[in-house]
């Protein structure tokens, strides 16, 4: 990431849509972040003058021809609260796009994305954005959440060679864009894999043949025990993974050491800063063994 790149823009807030638990879309028209935002960069986001402190919220998604980014989240506290409470029209300031996003090969890899309740946007992201910069590539999405999708869900006519007829959940814009996709919950979802959602990974990465495993590299954003299964996951099926951080920030730009993290790069131990260093790692660096 070069500093150069990051510059703050003030928005527009175009919508915003509610969904359960506190969940929300917002889209913004942000026309120069619309045009450069990646995968797995994220924006310091102004929640206004009551919250003191910028909130980092991962794109959900670009859309440069209508000039608009979109961001997914949940309120927690009240930077986000205020969030919620805009309008069509309403000024957001925010700063970005920030970090190393995630790295990808359009060409050969199958990618396969893991993401967990607000770790689903930049998995997301990416999934779209890959097949929509190479149709036939094939990204397989896996998505779990405890509380309903704050997406619109539908059942899959999309095959997934190996999983469970019951297991037919998928989220709706997957599904017209011809991604696989499937979901996983503990809270009894219908048509949801009733469990983790690495666990539904790993029943399908099992019967998998080698050389179709060969092709596969994980992608996962999500509670940091998923990200934990998740680089298990890639240990025992032998596979590249990277993982995207979530630590809390105080200047977003590498300044404050506030959102340091230990890595391990060539058995050496080192801190790294999640917010300009990541927010993306290679899961063998957060997780040696
Ligand atoms: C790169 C990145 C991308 C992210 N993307 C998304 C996203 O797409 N969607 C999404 O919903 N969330 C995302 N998050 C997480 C989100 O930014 C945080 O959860 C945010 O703090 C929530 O703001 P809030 O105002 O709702 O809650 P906050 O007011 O920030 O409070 C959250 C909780 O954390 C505690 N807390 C706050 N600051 C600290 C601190 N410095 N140390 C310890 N505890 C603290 C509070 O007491 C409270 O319990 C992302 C985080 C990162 C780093
Ligand atoms: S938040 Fe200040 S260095 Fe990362």
Known sequence: MHKASIFEETSEVIHQEAFEEN????????????????????????????????????????????????FMYKIIGPGLEALSKMTAGDSVKMMGPIGNGFSHDLSKQTPVFIGGGVGIPPVLFLAEYLKENNPEMTPYAFFGSEIPFPFETTESEINIEGLEQSNFATIKDMEEKQIPCRLASLANFKGCYNGYVTELVDTWLSQLNPSEKEKIILYACGPEVMLEAAAKLARNHKLDCQLSLEEFMACAIGGCAGCTVKVSIDEQIAMKRVCVDGPVFDAKAIYPQ
């Open 23 to 70: 969940q929300f879309v917002i889209t913004l028209k942000a026309p120069k972040a619309s045009k450069t935002a990646k995968p797995g960069e994220f924006a310091f986001v102004d929640c206004g003058e009551q919250t003191l402190l910028r909130r980092p919220l991962s794109y959900l998604r670009t859309n440069p021809n209508n000039d608009t980014v979109e």
